[in-house]
């Protein structure tokens, strides 16, 4: 087996890219770069600033100043921000739709584009998010796309947000995903879609761990393979 992969899992929300791709970091002692947290992270900064997520011109300001760092902390992933801690806050549903509104803006997207490719450059990366095989890691060694349908996802989401102690409700769960599903693959840059040499799998009636392990499958054969 080479050292240092870069691996990357795209997909929609709710799909299980964020658990599979803790599991594969886990197996192979590589760096969690979970893309979504940076841009959620912007959102949380666009939110406290009440910048309105069309300005592009104070979007471009904060993308100057902005000082985002992602640690990892006894296996988990603490998100700062001006080193404030913001691993909690980032999560909620108001930063998810922002977080896919501000995602559209290129300058936005140029911004977290170097600091994506930045720690990713010395391999031993297992990427997530929604652009990771199609634009920021094109030659990645191996590129995953998981996604499930709707219901699956939905439920899913409605169960984490439950469990982080959210008040939800599951019909705006499946409005907010199916908003984020269109923002995400309609926007005119980087958008959701799978790199042509991605292996789709689609997780809708597999747990997590079926995920992981078929996708740790098909690396461990194909590296032996040469
Ligand atoms: O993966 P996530 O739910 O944490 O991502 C939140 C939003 O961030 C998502 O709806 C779109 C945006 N995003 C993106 O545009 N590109 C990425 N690589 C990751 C996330």
């Given at each position: 087996m080479r050292e240092k992969l870069v691996i990357t899992i795209d997909g929609p929300?709710?799909?299980?890219?964020?658990?599979?791709?803790?599991?594969?970091?886990?197996?192979?002692s590589y760096l969690y770069l979970d893309t979504g947290a940076l841009y959620r992270t912007f959102a949380y900064k666009v939110w406290k600033e009440n910048i309105a997520?069309?300005?592009k011109d104070r979007l471009a300001e904060l993308a100057k100043r902005i000082k985002?760092?992602?640690?990892?902390?006894?296996?988990?992933?603490?998100?700062?921000?001006?080193?404030?801690?913001?691993?909690?806050?980032i999560r909620i549903e108001q930063i998810s739709l922002l977080a896919s509104k501000i995602s559209a803006q290129p300058v936005v997207r140029e911004a977290l584009l170097s600091v994506?490719?930045?720690?990713?450059k010395n391999g031993g990366v297992i990427a997530e998010g929604r652009d990771t095989g199609t634009v920021?890691?094109?030659?990645?060694?191996?590129k995953f796309f998981l996604d499930a349908d709707i219901k699956e996802r939905v439920n899913r989401r409605y169960k984490e947000l439950i469990a982080r102690g959210e008040c939800v409700d599951f019909s705006e769960v499946k409005r907010d995903i199916l908003l984020r599903d269109k923002q995400d693959r309609e926007r005119e840059v980087?958008?959701?879609?799978?790199a042509i040499d991605a292996i789709a799998i689609d997780t809708t009636n597999m747990t997590i761990f079926?995920?992981?392990?078929?996708?740790?499958?098909?690396?461990?054969?194909?590296e032996a393979a040469g």
């Open positions: 929300a709710g799909a299980g890219k964020s658990t599979v791709s803790k599991v594969l970091a886990g197996q192979f997520p069309d300005d985002i760092a992602l640690e990892n902390e006894n296996g988990n992933l603490k998100i700062l921000c001006g080193g404030k801690d913001v691993t909690r806050e994506q490719r930045d720690m990713g920021i890691f094109p030659k990645a060694d191996y980087a958008p959701l879609k799978p079926d995920v992981a392990n078929t996708i740790l499958k098909i690396i461990r054969v194909k």
